[in-house]
DNA sequence: GACCAGGCACATC
DNA sequence: GATGTGCATGGT
């Protein structure tokens, strides 16, 4: 018999957190190293973050809002040169700030006492937070249940014929928000599992066989 | 040296 | 609405 969507998605989380446990994420000590986290990870290596988020922590930046928020563009891209796009980001960075400043008076606790479809519209009106960062924010800096979407959820869920490969960002999400429940331990969790199995397992085809999931989708190709 | 990484905005058709 | 492109570093 076949299994429904909501079944299989249960069934992936929990041979995942079998395999894993706990990921204790996001890796980031405070609200505000986790927002500048998730801005600085777009389409980049968490490695090449984390050595930003040093080099803005040596300079003082994360102590308070109001640093990065005062500090010049050029300097800010200096410092988080490493991470790349570093031009782009910096203006991103600045963007998040000018919203904290005159929406929340530059108030990360005062922002996190907003309704969240009030903080989602906020945040997705910043230049520079699309749909997976601004949920990203939503999950792990604010612990919101916001299911986070990412590349590799597309491409492994697709694999697995649970939705299409350029399937929309909101088709993917509410795929998990109607199937899971609203949980912001699992929804974090799953998708730092996801994560965690992306980049381990999805990279190169010759570990494909190894896959922790291939038994449970016959006919996916899960990691090729 | 090529390819990829926890996106996003913008231009063009 | 769909597709292409620029943004950039550092690891494999």
Redesign the pocket.
């Known amino acids: 018999m076949k299994r429904s969507p909501r079944g299989r998605l249960f069934k992936i989380y929990k041979k995942l957190f079998a395999l894993y446990g706990p990921q204790g ?3 980031g000590r405070s609200r505000l190293e986790i927002i500048v ?2 801005i600085l ?8 973050v984390e ?1 930003a988020i040093k080099s803005l922590k040596e300079a003082g930046a994360l102590t308070s809002p109001a640093c990065i928020n005062s500090m010049r563009r050029d300097k800010l ?1 200096r410092l988080i ?9 910096a203006s991103r960075l600045k963007n998040f700030f000018d919203l904290l400043h005159k929406s929340y008076k530059g108030n990360i606790a005062g922002m996190g006492k907003a309704p969240t479809e009030e903080l989602r519209r906020d945040l997705i009106q ?9 949920d ?1 924010i939503l999950l ?1 800096a604010f612990n919101r249940p916001v299911f986070v979407v ?3 959820t597309k491409r492994i869920f697709s694999r697995h014929k649970l939705c299409g490969r ?1 399937a929309e ?1 909101g088709i993917v999400q509410n795929l998990f928000m109607r199937n899971l429940p609203h949980s912001v331990r699992i929804y974090n969790e799953y998708h730092a599992l996801i ?1 965690r199995l ?2 381990e397992f ?2 190169t085809k010759p570990r494909c066989a190894a896959c922790p999931l291939r038994s449970l989708s016959r006919a996916a190709i899960v990691c090729a």
């Open positions: 994420w996001w890796p986290g998730a990870t777009q389409n980049t290596a968490w490695t090449n050595k891209a040169r490493p991470a790349g796009y570093y031009n782009v980001k910043v230049n520079g937070i699309g749909p997976e960062t601004c990203s792990y990412d590349a590799y350029d960002y994560v992306a980049k999805c990279r």
